[in-house]
């Protein structure tokens, strides 16, 4: 039996990848526009980073990473997000050194042990930013700019910033507690995981999935806000209505992740189902001197390629095709061809060919399946005389170049288009 990729893992095929390089290149030429330079990180780190810093009572490292020993015996931990890496490199090269606010974005796969469904993969891709070194407020602000300009560049409407305040370690405690009273009563009518993560992560109990919507009266961290954390959230929601991004706040939106504190946030799509949050992030305050590095502000996102793709419109997103397809009749003009192919891609032209060196009627029908402008016709007698023929796909028309100058004349005509 043919063997078969692993379930909850997508090969993403020639086809879908228009739309892929689009999402991609849009992404990189914003975040440069904005200040923002890429990096790339390890897909595996030791599993203590991501113990560490998303937290050991959240789900995805309680029961959904990809962990193993490797042959030293080391506990070693395929990425489940992105910013775990990305801070640890932070401070590994001290690029706290270098300059006061440092923007990075990247890109890549993440890996994910959850059950996996339309939106829900084992391994997916992010796009992510991070920006290092302060706790401005305008840098929150930047961030969800930068966030809302891509998805109305990548032309994908109808969607909704949720933003919400997790508070500090000041104010946090308070309203843990106060949450921890609130639930107390309901506790016995809770499921199990509920039940757990009221000791371990109370806030997360606001997001269970089969208990969610019984907590519409819990209290709310921005009740609990101190004053330095109120001052912070106002100035982002005042930044966010200077600058027309639309928000809603949501008072109970916390985030599977623990290092979140001040400014969090996802942005999400009706018609998405479940998996219906295409984007999310928010601050980390406290990450950075987790992973040894010095007490240092942080905030940034990471949108889910996979959702952001399948809300894009591929319609006017063209396929590159061939400029040229090159048609050798017979065994000699294949050999012929070889160098003339080698010299016409050297030049920077895209040239498709097949070796097949088969009969003009079945070549024309393959340089029209390529989506070439051009075919050039080389034979027998194209060599003798030292002439090939170009013929324009669409208008049928067809011209005659000479061999010698077949390169420059090519060049002249498809890399001034
Ligand atoms: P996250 O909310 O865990 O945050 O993931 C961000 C996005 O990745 C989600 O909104 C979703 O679009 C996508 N995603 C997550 N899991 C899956 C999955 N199994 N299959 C498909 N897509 C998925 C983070 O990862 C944080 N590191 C974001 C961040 C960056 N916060 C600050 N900086």
């Known amino acids: 039996m043919a063997i078969q990729a692993i379930k909850g893992v997508k090969d993403i095929l020639p086809a879908d990848m228009p739309l892929w390089q689009h999402l991609e290149a849009t992404a990189r030429k914003l ?55 990305v801070v640890r490199a932070f401070v590994e090269h001290k690029m706290y050194a270098e300059s006061q606010l440092t923007r990075l974005y990247y890109m890549g796969p993440m890996f994910r042990h959850e059950r996996p469904q339309k939106g829900r993969y084992r391994q997916f891709y992010q796009i ?28 994908v409407g109808g969607l909704t ?18 949450l921890k009273s ?58 966010l209505r200077k600058l027309d991004i639309p928000f809603e706040i949501n008072p ?37 001197r987790e992973i040894g590095g010095p007490a240092t502000g942080g905030i940034g996102f990471a949108l889910g390629v996979e959702r952001a793709i399948s809300l894009m419109n591929s319609t006017n997103i ?11 009749l017979g065994a000699e003009a294949v050999a012929f061809a070889l160098p003339i192919l080698h010299d016409l891609r050297s030049a920077g032209i895209r040239v498709d060919t097949d070796y097949s060196g088969s009969s003009l009627k ?7 399946k390529s989506g070439a402008d051009l075919t050039l016709i080389i034979g027998e007698q194209e060599i003798a005389n030292g002439k090939a023929i170009l013929r324009n796909m669409q208008t049928k028309e067809q011209s005659e170049l000479l061999l010698a100058t077949l390169k420059e004349d090519l060049k002249k005509r498809l890399l001034s288009a």
């Open 362 to 368: 079945s070549q024309m029908k393959k340089a029209d």
């Open 31 to 85: 975040f440069e526009d904005y200040g923002f330079s890429e990096i790339r990180v390890p897909v595996f780190e030791y599993t203590e980073l991501f113990a560490r810093s998303i937290g050991v009572s959240t789900d995805i490292v309680e029961k959904e990473m990809y962990t193993f020993e490797d042959r030293d015996g080391r506990k070693i931990t395929l990425r489940p997000e992105g910013t775990a890496g």
């Open 161 to 178: 910033l949720q933003i919400n305040s997790l508070g500090d370690s000041e104010c946090r405690g308070a309203y843990r507690d106060a």
């Open 128 to 155: 992510g930013v991070e920006a290092l070194g302060l706790d401005h407020p305008h840098v929150d602000i930047e961030v969800l700019a930068m966030l809302h300009a891509l998805f109305t560049r990548i032309g």
């Open 182 to 239: 609130y639930l107390k009563a309901k506790l016995p009518t809770l499921c199990g995981d509920c039940q757990r993560r009221y000791e371990t992560n109370p806030l997360r109990v606001l997001d269970c999935k089969v208990d969610g919507d019984k907590f519409a009266d819990s209290p709310i961290m921005l009740d609990y806000l101190c004053t330095p954390c109120k001052e912070h959230f106002e100035t982002v929601e005042a930044g």
């Open 318 to 328: 063209a396929r590159p095709c061939p400029a040229l397809f090159l048609s050798a």
């Open 252 to 288: 109970r939106l916390v985030r599977g992740l623990d290092y979140y504190t001040r400014t969090t946030f996802e942005l999400v799509m009706g018609h998405l189902g479940a998996q219906n949050t295409v984007a999310a992030g928010g601050r980390y305050d406290g990450l950075v």
